[in-house]
T-cell receptor, first 110, second 113 residues
Framework: GNSVTQMEGPVTLSEEAFLTINCTYTATGYPSLFWYVQYPGEGLQLLLKATKADDKGSNKGFEATYRKETTSFHLEKGSVQVSDSAVYFCALSEGDDMRFGAGTRLTVKP | SAVISQKPSRDICQRGTSLTIQCQVDSQVTMMFWYRQQPGQSLTLIATANQGSEATYESGFVIDKFPISRPNLTFSTLTVSNMSPEDSSIYLC??????????FGSGTRLTVV
């Protein structure tokens, strides 16, 4: 079945550091891929998405590229801020099936 | 990590009826979360359910429409009451796995006709 494997956290970075959170997936077909973010005390929010191979999703300085050859959708940001501290979830959707990664907690220190 | 069994996985319901969604966790957890994902939108938190107390609802969600039960530390139900087509969504329960993140149920895809 479909599944998402996400880098274990927690991740702690200093402000302006480069961020990578790895995400790989297993799917039987051609899923859409997502990154969600959950800020402290809030619900999940869609951060970015990609619907086909080689698509790049981007938002708020975050990027992720849909790599079918490596079945990956790694999240990157060139310079993190304290306000980026949150839990990040990778997810896939294929037809009626939606799967989420376990979440990676990011803490950015000033 | 916690494993969540959520059911039903999908249902098609008539408007005006109610559906109860169940989540069973294989370990005791203090808090359980219920989310909704409407078509083409991100997940939205409906409520947080603690065992032994009333659920805490987010803005825009009320107990009469989405009653929640939390009879023990491993189980919770969400009822979608008096359904309309606008309630057609994916509903997910979630628990805090540990300090590193959350585990989600596989979701219930509800279609109201």
């Amino acid at each position: 079945g479909n599944s998402v494997t996400q880098m274990e956290g927690p991740v702690t970075l200093s402000e302006e550091a480069f961020l990578t959170i790895n995400c790989t997936y297993t799917a039987t077909g051609y899923p859409s891929l997502f990154w969600y973010v959950q800020y402290p005390g809030e619900g999940l929010q869609l951060l970015l998405k990609a619907t086909k191979a080689d698509d790049k999703g981007s938002n708020k300085g975050f990027e992720a590229t849909y790599r079918k050859e490596t079945t990956s959708f790694h999240l990157e940001k060139g310079s993190v801020q304290v306000s980026d501290s949150a839990v990040y979830f990778c997810a896939l959707s294929e037809g009626d099936d939606m799967r989420f990664g376990a979440g990676t907690r990011l803490t950015v220190k000033p | 990590s916690a494993v969540i069994s959520q059911k039903p996985s999908r249902d098609i319901c008539q408007r005006g009826t109610s559906l109860t969604i169940q989540c069973q966790v294989d370990s005791q957890v203090t808090m359980m979360f219920w989310y909704r994902q409407q078509p083409g939108q991100s997940l939205t938190l409906i409520a947080t359910a603690n065992q032994g107390s009333e659920a805490t609802y987010e803005s825009g969600f009320v107990i009469d429409k989405f009653p929640i039960s939390r009879p023990n530390l491993t189980f919770s139900t969400l009822t979608v009451s008096n359904m309309s087509p606008e309630d057609s969504s994916i509903y997910l329960c979630s628990v805090v796995r540990d300090v590193h993140g959350y585990t989600f149920g596989s979701g219930t895809r509800l279609t109201v006709v």
